[in-house]
């Protein structure tokens, strides 16, 4: 088992910038891989970007390549999404998501979820 929190969001005006922190606690989290996925009013819940244990490989959404930064700390036991240039689109509840196997794109692959920290963008 393993808990997450995230934490960070908030409402920010088109072309800023804001760090999420998702916090583990548990199990041994350099075992898992991680991944942020968000889902806005309507919507599925889509995938944002992800990592692996130990770092080396990021995987990212092309609606946020370049603008998103997926980063972990082991030491910490926490993961972060560094969010640069953000638009309106970006607005949604962002969850993280630890899994040990299976696609890091697919909500399907990851066993545990964080609660969500709501992320809003103004014009």
């Known amino acids: 088992q393993v808990q997450l929190v995230e934490s960070g969001g908030g409402l920010v005006q088109a072309g800023g910038s804001l760090r999420l922190s998702c916090a583990a606690s548990g199990r041994t989290f350099s075992s898992y891989a991680m991944g942020w996925f968000r889902q806005a009013p309507g919507k599925e819940r889509e995938f944002v970007a992800a990592?692996?244990?130990?770092?080396?490989?990021?995987y990212y959404a092309d609606s946020v390549k370049g603008r998103f930064t997926i980063s972990r700390d082991n030491a910490k036991n926490t993961v972060y999404l560094q969010m640069d240039s953000l638009v309106p689109e970006d607005t949604a509840v962002y969850y993280c998501?630890?899994?040990?196997?299976?696609?890091?794109?697919?909500?399907?692959?990851?066993?545990?979820w964080g609660q969500g920290t709501q992320v809003a963008i103004s014009s």
């Open positions: 990592i692996s244990w130990g770092g080396s490989n990021t």
């Open positions: 998501a630890a899994k040990v196997n299976g696609n890091a794109l697919s909500r399907w692959s990851y066993s545990y």
